[in-house]
């Protein structure tokens, strides 16, 4: 059995090129306001993941199965509904539901956290999430199951 290439790879596409390429200003104005937050927190220089996803940080899993592979640490995309804000770790973890509930409107996922509209959050709550996560992910030899 042939083994699945991930769609989702680290390539050398230029983060800014895809950011200007945005054609809505607010989705502008919110990606590059995560942009620099990430850029604060993680220290790391972002790398376009895919076609549409702006990572920081690179980590490898392995699945249970013995899948494996490397992703970003964090990142976000912007999307045509709002910003999709990835959180490798996730959002389960007592910690990030006690942050959540101080950030504003927003929808979850397993790691994915879509914000509509930034100037409806708390940005220092934000940061402290993408914090969270970025150090958890750091401090782990990260094993997915």
């Known amino acids: 059995m042939a083994k699945a290439k991930l769609k989702t790879t680290k ?9 200007n390429g945005i054609t809505d200003p607010e989705k502008k104005r ?3 306001k995560v942009l620099a ?7 790391e ?3 376009m993941w895919g076609e549409n996803i702006v990572g920081f940080g690179e980590y490898h899993y392995k699945y249970a199965s013995g899948r494996e592979g490397d992703f970003l640490m964090t990142g976000f995309a912007p999307r045509a509904h ?3 804000i990835y959180i490798m770790p996730g ?5 990030q539901q006690k942050l959540l509930k101080k950030l504003g409107p927003h929808t979850i996922g397993k790691s994915c956290l879509l914000i509509k509209h930034l100037n409806d959050i708390h940005l220092p709550t934000l940061k402290k999430i993408i914090e969270k996560g970025y150090r958890d992910i750091s401090n782990t030899p990260y094993v997915q199951t």
């Open 11 to 19: 390539n050398k596409a230029s983060v800014a090129e895809f950011l």
């Open 30 to 32: 919110d990606a590059k």
């Open 37 to 43: 937050l990430m850029k604060e927190v993680t220290k």
């Open 45 to 47: 220089k972002p790398m």
């Open 82 to 84: 709002g910003l999709s």
């Open 91 to 95: 959002y389960t973890f007592p910690e």
